[in-house]
């Protein structure tokens, strides 16, 4: 009898143990395959800068050609598509830089359904089952979009060929509504009231041993899948302190739970569609003079075609010595500094600090293929400061450039 006590307390334990080591494994292997995303979403977006930057560049020199306007807007098309994975690798690492606005969950979710709903409508039926209360959660707009965007199209493919079903669904839950539906994610529910976003098909459903993985960066089981979509999602539901959970039956369907904590003041911005606002390159003064601080030839190149184009000087530094050596050389005539972030032996964030100590005004570009997030430099105080990540078109970089150039009377 003792005997027979002293096994099963062994092999409990012993179990304990090889959970706890599958656990750890886990999680080391997951925070691996998270560097290796971000180091190639780095490199990859250094690249796109060339072949972004360059195309934007073109389509502005093409207005005459209509038929070579078409071919540059296909090539924009599928650089825009990369781009888009290496956002999505980048929003991996969940060190991400955020937007934060006060917005209305089921209002966000509606407007990125949109964006699918002609190829949605033709797999599949879609119910809509929302809150008629706002449901205000503090949230970078562009990345929600991303996860409802993702979460839709795992639903689609999971239809195979036959026609789907899929409700979509947007409410509010207090934590003890939240602990009976018994999601595995109950650690994670912290706060007292969160806004949801359900959405549940009824396509091929997901065997439990593959629903341990697909989290993961790089797990797909479909042909030509990436497997980068959820673990965007789960990157992207971190940073707002909310939670994922999935539950799923073979042959039946899945339903992934998503809760984001529930703001009480209901002060909702209503420009939805404004993230792009228009500006104007004449609003900068001619006769700028750009310091281009940048070792990565091709965006150096792209930058001072971009810089040419809208009639602007620029002098180029390799380094960031080079680059502070220009600066005290020129500083009566640069308008502004184009710094890249990652530079060899003086990095650009000693660099910035090292300009920002001489001139506290000077209006600083800084880029990276890097998000800001990543590079953990806070500029939030800063307003003569800004972030632009590569890859970047030749109006995003007009834009940025607008927000630290003052233009007004009282610089003239
Ligand atoms: N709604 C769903 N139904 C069935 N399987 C799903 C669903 N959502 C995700 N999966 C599984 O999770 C895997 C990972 O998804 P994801 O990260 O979006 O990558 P991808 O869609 O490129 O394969 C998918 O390959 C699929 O096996
Ligand atoms: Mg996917």
Redesign the pocket.
């Known amino acids: 009898m003792g005997i027979s006590i002293d096994v099963t307390t062994r092999k409990k334990a012993e179990n304990e143990y090889k959970e706890w080591l599958h656990k750890l494994e886990q999680s080391q292997r997951l925070e691996s395959l998270g560097l290796l995303a971000s180091s190639i979403a780095h490199d990859f977006n250094n690249i796109l800068q060339g072949v972004i930057g360059n195309i934007s560049l073109a389509n502005e020199l093409l207005s005459e050609n209509p038929q070579a306007k078409h071919l540059v807007l296909r090539a924009q098309d599928s650089a825009e598509k990369a781009a888009e994975i290496t956002t999505q690798l980048l929003s991996y690492s969940g060190k991400n830089s955020c937007e934060k606005k006060m917005i209305d969950l089921t209002e966000t979710v509606r407007e990125a359904y949109k964006l699918v709903e002609r190829l949605s409508a033709k797999k599949a039926d879609i119910r809509f089952d929302v809150s008629l209360r706002p449901l205000p959660i503090f949230a970078d707009i562009r990345k929600l979009r991303q996860v409802v965007l993702?979460?839709i199209?795992?639903?689609i493919?999971?239809f195979k060929s036959k026609r789907g079903l899929i409700y979509i669904r947007t409410y509010s839950a207090t934590r003890e509504e939240l602990l009976d539906l018994n999601l595995e994610v109950i650690n994670e529910i912290r706060l007292d009231n969160y806004a949801i976003f359900e959405i549940e098909?009824n396509?091929?459903?997901?065997p439990a041993n593959?629903l341990e993985r697909?989290?993961e960066p790089f797990?797909?089981?479909?042909v030509s899948?990436?497997?980068?979509?959820?673990?965007a999602c789960q990157g992207i539901i971190k940073l707002h302190e909310g939670f994922i959970g999935v539950s799923?039956t073979v042959g039946s369907?899945?339903s992934?739970t998503i809760g984001l904590p529930l703001q009480s003041s209901a002060e909702i911005a209503s420009n939805l569609n404004s993230s792009t606002q228009l500006s104007d390159a004449k609003k900068l003064k001619l006769n700028s003079n750009f310091l281009i601080i940048e070792d990565e030839e091709i965006s150096s190149n792209v930058c001072t075609s971009m810089l040419d184009h809208l009639e602007f000087k620029s002098t180029l530094a390799k380094d960031g010595k080079t680059g502070i050596q220009k600066y005290l050389e020129f500083k009566s005539e640069i308008t502004c500094v184009i710094l890249d972030v990652s530079l060899p032996e003086i990095d650009g964030i000693e660099v910035y600090s090292m300009i920002r100590k001489l001139d506290g005004n000077i209006p600083i570009l800084l880029t990276s293929g890097y998000s800001l997030g990543q590079i953990s430099l806070d500029i939030s105080a800063d307003t003569q400061t800004t972030f632009l990540q590569k890859p970047y078109t030749m109006k995003q970089l007009q834009d940025s450039l607008n927000t630290i150039i003052k233009t007004d009377g009282a610089n003239e």
């Open positions: 993702n979460l199209t795992n639903a493919d999971s098909d396509g091929s459903g997901i593959i697909i989290f797990f797909s089981t479909k899948g990436k497997g980068i979509g959820l673990a799923s369907g899945t992934f």
